[in-house]
T-cell receptor, first 113, second 109 residues
Framework: NAGVTQTPKFQVLKTGQSMTLQCAQD?????MSWYRQDPGMGLRLIHY?????ITDQGEVPNGYNVSRSTTEDFPLRLLSAAPSQTSVYFC???WGTGNTEAFFGQGTRLTVV | DAKTTQPPSMDCAEGRAANLPCNHS???????VYWYRQIHSQGPQYIIH???NNETNEMASLIITEDRKSSTLILPHATLRDTAVYYC??????????FGGGTRVLVKP
């Protein structure tokens, strides 16, 4: 049982490049979400999914796309990287709504130059 | 979504209890109070949650006031490894967790 796995752990992109941050969970969780954390700040919700085939926007969705074709995977795509997207990205998963805890991955540290 | 207010930082002596306050005066009746912590830049770690009753687990205790407008996380015997940022979060519909600034706790020897 690996929990929530994020890859890569570190990435450097040039402005304008695109890439996909991978997130996988092996707990059969319905809910998955992506957060970003800028230095000295709390986490901000980018996108989330309540199940396969269903996604929705969070607080800061611009510049990011997501899809949820399987229960296990929830990739985050940066369409055209910008320096403002330099951040640490965390993926989380949990059971259904209500009385449940979220499990977080160890993060992807992204630098856009 | 209900917002939370926490002090930005606090110090605690090793071996003593750490009491972390959180205000959530706009919480609605079906919203849970959650506590997570983040050590260095690792992924947040779940600590405890509750609806209206006090809760205790192997990590901490959660005391929620009767009107549910505030709560306190208690770490009974703080260790140096408890140094972290602690987030008090009110869970909204659809299981969205909205993080605030948290409380930076420094446990001192």
């Amino acid at each position: 049982n690996a929990g929530v796995t994020q890859t890569p752990k570190f990435q450097v992109l040039k402005t304008g490049q695109s890439m996909t941050l991978q997130c996988a969970q092996d707990m059969n969780h319905e809910y998955m979400s992506w957060y970003r954390q800028d230095p000295g700040m709390g986490l901000r919700l980018i996108h989330y999914s309540v199940g396969a085939g269903i996604t929705d926007q969070g607080e800061v969705p611009n510049g990011y796309n997501v899809s949820r074709s399987t229960t296990e995977d929830f990739p985050l795509r940066l369409l055209s990287a910008a320096p403002s997207q330099t951040s640490v990205y965390f993926c989380a998963s949990s059971w259904g709504t209500g009385n449940t805890e979220a499990f977080f991955g160890q993060g992807t540290r992204l630098t856009v130059v | 979504d209900a917002k939370t207010t926490q002090p930005p930082s606090m110090d605690c002596a090793e071996g003593r209890a750490a009491n972390l306050p959180c205000n959530h005066s706009t919480i609605s009746g079906n919203e849970y109070v959650y506590w997570y912590r983040q050590i260095h830049s690792q992924g947040p770690q779940y600590i405890i949650h509750g609806l209206k009753n006090n809760e205790t687990n192997e990590m901490a205790s959660l005391i929620i006031t009767e009107d549910r407008k505030s709560s306190t996380l208690i770490l009974p015997h703080a260790t140096l490894r408890d140094t972290a940022v602690y987030y008090c979060i009110v869970q909204s519909a659809g299981n969205k967790l909205t993080f605030g600034g948290g409380t930076r706790v420094l446990v001192k020897p």
